[in-house]
C-alpha cells in the first residue's frame, strides 16, 4: 500500500509539474500570439502609411504629366513661331536682295542714258 501511495504521489507530482509545463508553454504561446497581434496591426499602420503616401506621390505625378503636357505644347508653339519668324526673315532677305538688284540694274539703266 505504501508503495502504491508513493506511486501515486510520483504521478501526481509528475501530473503537477506536467501541468505547470503546459501552463508556461500556453503562457508563452499566448505572449507570441500578442506579439504577433502587435506586429501585424503596426504591419497594418505602416501599409496604410504607404498607401496614403503612393497616392499623394500618384497626385504628383498627375500635375507634373500635366505641367510637362503643356511645357511641351508651349515648346511646339514657340517652335513654330521660331520657324514663322526664320521663314519671314528669309523672305524679307529675298525681298531685300531683289530690290537691291532691281536698284542696281535702274542705277546702271540710267548711267547708260
Do not use: C, G, P
Not at 54 to 81: C, G, P, S, V, Y
Amino acid at each position: 500500500m505504501k508503495n502504491l501511495n508513493d506511486e501515486l504521489a510520483q504521478k501526481n507530482r509528475e501530473a503537477e509539474s506536467e501541468k505547470i509545463s503546459a501552463h508556461s508553454r500556453i503562457n508563452s504561446l499566448d505572449k507570441d500570439k500578442q506579439n504577433l497581434l502587435e506586429a501585424e496591426e503596426e504591419s497594418a499602420i505602416q501599409i496604410e502609411q504607404y498607401a496614403a503616401k503612393l497616392r499623394q506621390i500618384e497626385k504628383e505625378n498627375k500635375r507634373f504629366d500635366r505641367d510637362n503636357k503643356a511645357l511641351e505644347l508651349e515648346k511646339k508653339r514657340l517652335t513654330e513661331a521660331k520657324l514663322n519668324a526664320v521663314n519671314e526673315k528669309t523672305v524679307a532677305k529675298n525681298a531685300v536682295s531683289a530690290l537691291t538688284r532691281e536698284i542696281e540694274w535702274l542705277r546702271k539703266q540710267t548711267e547708260q542714258e
